[in-house]
């Protein structure tokens, strides 16, 4: 008999890459993709196996990290969160030009209404621009199953493959049968140099091929297990629903509709062809972005009808989830009672005793004294700080921002200027920001809010921890404008003087306010209180 | 045969003990299973929900749509009400009374227990009856315990022998606690 685990979509993923033969998982800590790293690093079989499963820096040293297991002829995984596919666009996007030689899987997991994300950006689109097969599972007995298929999809074609989830399926749990697992692959590394020397010479060759894979690659589509053509009624609505939206379909069950289940592209042509021949219109379910239904108009005649949420049939932005999907069939949301009046909203919050909440409290005492005063926030449990009662940042964009921001804005003459980068957000993406602005000398004071770990996804290792002033001098901050601090009240009144001082100081300053996360602080307690017992 | 119910409370309540151990029952009787969960920021003292869906036919989606939930189960007594517009016609709300404030704006609190008392709601100090056994971390299981009454997929002896396998690598005094915790509450709704 078969084994079942009740597993959330994201542990599906990572039991089923490690059942496929996976060899390594390069992965930076994101909503809503951490849990399948976190899964392989506790995972028994994982670790007799001996399946890399460190944290790395950000995702694109993840991304080339998997590309060179992937050369020596293992099977590696990259998994992200949808912004941090622009951090590895470069590897990612020539990693289809080169070609694998282990098979390679990189899962992007979006977060459509932006749950715990700062756009709802899409990333198919990131697949179809480097002409690659994109999976999108259903639920979580696709999501482990489709590991091994895609594996052996990235192995056949040569090609990496793009797996793309959502907030929903990610952290959502069912039963899974689980199977077999397979063996790894041996070290078999590349022998073709022309594939992997991007020289414009030999590059325009791997081009080249890329191009002429086309046709197979959606042939394979045609033939995935995954995509599912459901005839219903001749002459009724036809819907294509991709990924989750599948199942909304399913359980808005409108009466007489046919259904073509999509979860792998590219979209096979045919099979939409069939559906629109048998039906007199065409909805598109899709999560995320108009990805497919901007696609069918290049598909079907100019004037066969389609709709979804370029056409108002389905909202434009935000998570598909059952309600909205029954309404796009014309039945009407079943709300028995009303809002209720006695609630109020409940925002997350810096948690008490946070060392985030004293280094707010200092900066937001020291700039009373500086009205012009512009702080640039980044990406972090510290974003918290533009809530009440701190409201004490001014931007927030994107991992690393809040330096190259200040700069700029100091370049153009503003004063003080200053960033608030967490250690994690530094290691990402704010070293090289920090060069910029010791080599330009800009008058930018950066506060580094240093708690020992990778807070806001749940306490992961942070690349940087006890590296941080010899980074900071390395990358040429000066000794005497480079602070450590222990962000606590009782030192309140020598952090304010040392921001001050730095304020002051018309060159880069970098003060590192230094203390634990109190969640990773209060498990490592509990932690050696149980094995004291 | 389907039950929904929406689960409820503040980041670090406990809510998604109840929900694992709701769905180690459901697993070991063969009852489908889908349960969504919200990670990430809203963990730091913000609100927090789960979906969770027991069906003996196939569940398609993960969430609950409006006017599905046959249950809410609030650690809260305000996160009770705010998922109301989920609540069936025939639905119960299982809730703890004791507000958790942590906010500046908490609504009143005598408005907002006479709003809940409109619905059918069965809410008690859960904590205080948990700390009356010298259990106070097991809270949660009395509330499970209160609402297990209304789970009429799973019977109340599959959520205990639940409590126990959950529990289990804790060490026996902790399943004891939860298990005593759990019948306080069940015995509260006779």
Redesign the interface.
């Known amino acids: 008999m078969k084994e079942k685990r009740l597993l959330l979509g994201d542990e599906a993923i990572a039991l089923g890459a490690i059942y496929s033969g996976l060899s390594g998982v390069y992965a930076y800590p994101g909503t809503p993709s951490t849990e399948i790293t976190e899964f392989i690093q506790n995972d028994p079989l994982a670790k007799e196996r001996g399946i890399r499963s460190r944290w790395c820096t950000n995702e694109k040293t993840a991304m080339e990290a998997a590309l060179g297991m992937s050369y020596a002829g293992k099977r590696a995984m990259v998994c992200m969160k949808h912004v941090g596919m622009n951090v590895c666009a470069d590897a990612f996007v020539n990693s289809a030009i080169t070609g694998v030689n282990g098979g390679i899987v990189v899962i992007a997991a979006d977060d459509p209404s932006m749950h715990s994300s700062q756009n709802e950006q899409d990333s198919r689109f990131y697949g179809k621009f480097a002409m690659i097969p994109i999976i999108e599972p259903s639920n979580q007995q696709e999501c482990f199953d489709c590991m091994a298929h895609a594996f052996e999809l990235s192995e056949k074609l040569r090609l990496p493959v793009l797996l793309r989830m959502v907030t929903r399926l990610a952290h959502s749990r069912a039963a899974v049968n689980i199977g077999v697992p397979c063996q790894q692959n041996c070290l078999k590394p590349d022998d073709e140099r022309g594939r992997w020397v991007l020289l414009p010479g030999n590059a325009r060759k791997q081009y080249d091929s890329l191009i002429s894979k086309q046709p197979e690659i959606e042939s394979c589509a045609l033939e995935s297990p995954y995509n599912r053509l459901e005839l219903g009624k001749e002459g009724g609505t036809g819907v294509i629903a991709s990924g989750i939206g599948y199942n909304y379909v399913k359980e808005a069950s409108p009466e007489g509709i046919s259904i073509l289940k999509l979860s792998q592209y590219p979209i096979p042509k045919e099979e939409v062809k069939k559906l629109s021949s048998h039906c007199s219109d065409i909805v598109v379910v899709e999560d995320g972005q108009p990805f497919i239904e901007e696609q069918l108009k290049a598909i079907l005649a100019a004037d066969y009808p389609i709709s979804g949420r370029l056409t108002g049939r389905l909202p434009r932005t935000g998570e598909l989830n059952p309600d909205n999907v029954t309404a796009a069939f014309g039945k009407t949301s079943s709300a028995v009672y009303q809002k209720a009046v006695n609630i109020s909203p409940r925002p997350p919050q810096l948690c008490q005793g946070c060392g985030h909440r004293d280094v707010y409290t200092a900066l937001n005492k020291v700039l009373e004294e500086y009205p012009t005063a512009r702080v640039f926030g980044d990406i972090g449990c510290y974003t918290l700080g533009a809530l009440p009662p701190f409201r004490a940042i001014d931007s927030c964009v994107d991992m690393g921002a809040s330096i190259t921001m200040a700069k700029g804005a100091a370049d153009a003459g503003l004063y003080p200027a200053i960033a608030v980068i967490g250690d994690s957000t530094f290691t990402h993406s704010g070293m090289t920001s920090l060069l910029d602005a010791v080599n330009d000398n800009s008058p930018i004071t950066v506060i580094l809010s240093d708690n020992l770990t990778t807070a806001m996804t749940g306490g992961q290792n942070s690349a940087g921890t006890h590296k941080f002033e010899a980074i900071c001098l390395a990358l040429g901050v000066e000794r005497e404008h480079l602070h450590v601090v222990v962000p606590l009240p009782k030192n309140m009144d020598s952090i304010t003087e040392t921001i001050r001082r730095e304020i002051d100081y018309k060159g880069v300053s970098v003060i590192i306010p230094q203390r634990e996360c109190m969640q990773t602080l209060s498990r490592k307690m509990r932690a050696k209180k149980n094995s004291t017992k | 045969m389907k039950t929904d119910i929406k689960l409820s409370g503040?980041?670090g309540q406990g809510i998604l003990s109840i929900a694992t151990v709701i769905?180690?029952a459901a697993?070991a009787s063969g009852i489908?299973?889908?349960?969504?969960?919200?990670?990430?920021?809203?963990?730091?003292?913000?609100?927090v929900q789960s979906?969770l869906r027991l069906s003996t036919e196939e569940?398609?989606?993960?969430?609950?749509?409006?006017?599905?939930a046959d249950l809410i189960i609030s650690m809260e007594p305000?996160?009770a009400?705010?998922y109301?517009?989920?609540?069936?016609?025939d639905?119960v709300i299982v809730t703890s009374s004791k507000p958790f404030v942590?906010?500046?704006?908490?609504?009143?609190e005598n408005?907002?227990m006479e709003?809940l008392g409109r619905?059918t709601v069965h809410s008690l100090d859960i904590e205080n009856i948990a700390l009356s056994i010298q259990a106070p971390k097991s809270a949660n299981m009395v509330l499970l315990g209160m609402a297990a009454k209304y789970i009429g997929i799973i019977s109340e002896q599959d959520l205990k022998e639940a409590i126990r396998a959950v529990f289990s690598r804790k060490g026996e005094k902790v399943v004891e606690d939860n298990i005593k915790a759990f019948e306080k509450g069940y015995e509260s709704i006779q």
């Open positions: 503040v980041g769905g180690q697993t489908n299973l889908k349960q969504a969960e919200v990670h990430g920021m809203s963990q730091r003292g913000g609100d979906d569940i398609f989606s993960d969430q609950i749509p409006l006017g599905g305000m996160e009400l705010r109301l517009p989920y609540l069936s016609a639905g942590n906010i500046p704006n908490y609504p009143d408005a907002l709003e619905y």
